[in-house]
């Protein structure tokens, strides 16, 4: 499918729009989550702003869009990412076991 890379690891890319509060907001929130997920991902972070022509080619639309690379099941996200659980779910991720002293990222 045109605009999707050919991966053959596990990716989650976040595209943002520049150093808005949002943009910096998804990216705390991938920081955390990226803390949360089993098994670890690789990161990368797009800025639209400086790369459209990444954008593009991936067919983003709005930001921030969390794209999750998978070969056999990729999936987007829209928004801020500030549910953990409700990421990880729609991610189809599992989340790792918190030890006793980590800290719970879920937000209401």
């Given at each position: 499918m045109e605009g999707q890379a050919h991966v053959k690891e596990s990716l989650l890319r976040l595209y943002i729009a520049g150093k808005s509060a949002i943009s910096q907001r998804a990216e705390q929130?991938?920081?955390q989550l990226r803390h949360l997920i089993q098994p670890a991902c690789r990161i990368e972070i797009i800025d639209v702003l400086i790369h459209p022509d990444v954008a593009e080619r991936a067919g983003i639309l709005a930001t921030p869009t969390l794209s999750y690379e998978h070969p056999e099941r990729p999936r987007r996200i829209v928004g801020d990412l500030d549910d953990a659980?409700?990421?990880?779910?729609c991610l189809g991720?599992?989340?790792k076991e918190p030890d006793a002293g980590d800290i719970?990222?879920?937000r209401r």
């Open positions: 929130n991938l920081d659980k409700k990421v990880l779910a991720l599992p989340m719970d990222y879920d």
